[in-house]
């Protein structure tokens, strides 16, 4: 097993290697890798499917094994979000730190204290 230590940088490159195997076998089966365009579709059949897990876990649809199936699918979102990042030239952890540096100001801003 390979050792892996849990950085952002080792996700994405994992996130990649996962990609660079899959387009290998979209040329293969499709003759063309999928664009931008189909990733981001295929990310939103995934949020999707996340939905009806999350709904699942509140009670509300009978999914089997929902719990284990919520975690995949959890995995699932977060390797789309690292790929359409990276293929949308998004520095995601940058982005990320400055998104919740912006929301935690905005939020503490708003606490009555």
């Given amino acids: 097993m390979a050792n892996h ?13 996962v990609r660079e195997l899959y387009e290998q076998f979209e040329r293969q089966e499709y ?5 931008t365009e189909e990733l981001g579709l295929g990310f939103v ?10 709904q699942a876990d509140a ?9 284990d ?10 390797w789309s979000v690292l790929i359409l990042a990276e293929r949308c030239d ?3 952890e940058q982005s990320f730190d400055r998104a919740m540096k912006e929301l935690k100001q905005n939020v503490s801003a708003k606490l009555v204290r």
């Avoid at 230590?5 to 290697?17: Q, V």
């Avoid at 009670?59 to 719990?67: K, L, Q, S, T």
Wanted: proline share 0%; with cysteine.
């Fill in 69 to 78: 199936k919520l975690a995949h699918e959890l995995a699932d979102c977060l």
């Fill in 59 to 67: 009670g509300v649809r009978a999914i089997e094994d929902h719990r």
């Fill in 90 to 92: 998004v520095d995601l």
């Fill in 31 to 35: 003759g063309r890798a999928w664009s």
């Fill in 5 to 17: 230590d849990g950085s952002f940088a080792d996700m994405r490159r994992r996130a990649t290697e």
């Fill in 45 to 54: 059949g995934d949020v999707g499917d996340l939905a009806k897990l999350l």
